[in-house]
Structures are given as C-alpha cells and as structure tokens.
C-alpha cells in the first residue's frame, strides 16, 4: 500500500500535459502522438485526448459535446496542447464551461483570429501565412472556425491574457515551418519539439 501510495504521490507532482488531435485524425501514431516522447522526457505526464475520426461538417455538430469531455478531464494546473480543430475544442471548453489550464500551445489553431483563451495564465499561438488550410475554413458560417493558425492571435487584448504569436516561418530560434502539418514532420520535430517543451517547463517555474 504504501508503495502505491508513494506513486500515486509521484504521479501528482509531475506536470500534467493533455494533448488535443485536429479532423481528419484518429491519433494512432500521428501527429500529436509524436511529441509525448519530448514531454516524458521532460518530466510531464501526458495524457492524449482522443475522440476519433471527424470530418468537416461533423467537427460544427460534435465539438461542444467534445469539449464537455475535455472540461471534465482539465484541472487548473494542467498545460495544453492542441492542434487545429483541437483549438476550437479547447476555446468551447472555455467559454462554455470554465476550463481553466496552466499554458495552453496553439499549434496551427482552426479558429477566428479574434478568440482569446481567458482560462489560461498563458497562451502561445504557433502560425505561419502558408497555412491555407485555416484560411478556407474562416468561408464556413456560424462556426468558430477561422485563420488564427495562419494570421496568429489579432484581438488587442491577447497581451493583456498572456497570449503570444509564434510565426513559424519567420522565427531566428525554430525551422521554418510552412503549412498546416508540416509541424509534426521528422525533420521538424527534434528542434520544435524541445523548444515548444521549454515554454511549458518555464511556466511551471514561473506560477
């Protein structure tokens, strides 16, 4: 008992990372998946939220249940990171519900470049103007699907919630990154993904 004790105390002081896949993913080995060996390995325990497969018009109808699941599983001192329609997720579970989270990392966010992340102490925005992906689905009404992951965070009062733009494609200290997946890409990784760490690992000393 002890033993499980002396774990289950091990476990709740390590920083809790949640990872959020976009559309057009059922996670396996993809994507998102690719960065819980760069968290371990900083100390983190990740947890890979999944919720299958989803297309364009589905993504409009099932997000806000989505985003329930989410609220649920976040606590306060948790970080996130999210990518594309994982963004949106993630904004819902906000404004809807209340999450709240440590640092939240925007990868290529499919969202109107006008939503701010209230319920984060931080929140970095990862874009570059290549990414023609998010720019199409700002054409989709009454959706919160917008540029952001092209164009960054424009709303005036994202410094004011901690929010900072990364452009990818213009950055002395990253690869350039040009797209909406090319984040994820073999040759991309090893130098984004111990730097993306870093951020999260800076705000745990911070708070």
Request: glycine residues 8%.
């Amino acid at each position: 008992m002890a033993l499980i004790q002396s774990l289950r105390d091990a476990a709740a002081s390590q920083p809790h990372v949640v990872l959020v896949h976009g559309i057009h993913s059922a996670e396996g080995t993809t994507n998102m998946r690719r960065l819980v060996p760069y968290f371990e390995q900083a100390g983190f325990r990740v947890t890979v939220f999944e919720y299958g497969w989803m297309g364009v018009l589905q993504a409009r109808w099932k997000n806000p249940g989505i985003a329930r699941r989410l609220a649920a599983l976040v606590r306060e001192s948790d970080h996130l990171v999210c990518h594309s329609n994982g963004a949106a997720i993630a904004w819902l579970a906000m404004r809807n519900h209340g999450m709240k989270c440590r640092r939240i990392s925007l990868i290529a966010p499919a969202l109107d470049t006008d939503k701010v992340f209230e319920g984060a102490i931080w929140a970095d925005v990862y874009h570059n103007a290549c990414d023609h992906v998010v720019w199409l689905a700002r054409l989709l009404w009454w959706h919160a699907w917008g540029s952001m992951g092209r164009d960054g965070c424009l709303n005036p009062r994202a410094l004011a919630f901690g929010h900072a733009n990364v452009d990818v494609a213009n950055h002395a200290a990253l690869p350039r990154i040009c797209g909406h997946l090319e984040y994820f890409e073999p040759y991309i990784l090893p130098r984004l993904g111990p730097w993306l760490v870093r951020r999260h690992l800076r705000s745990e000393e911070r708070v």
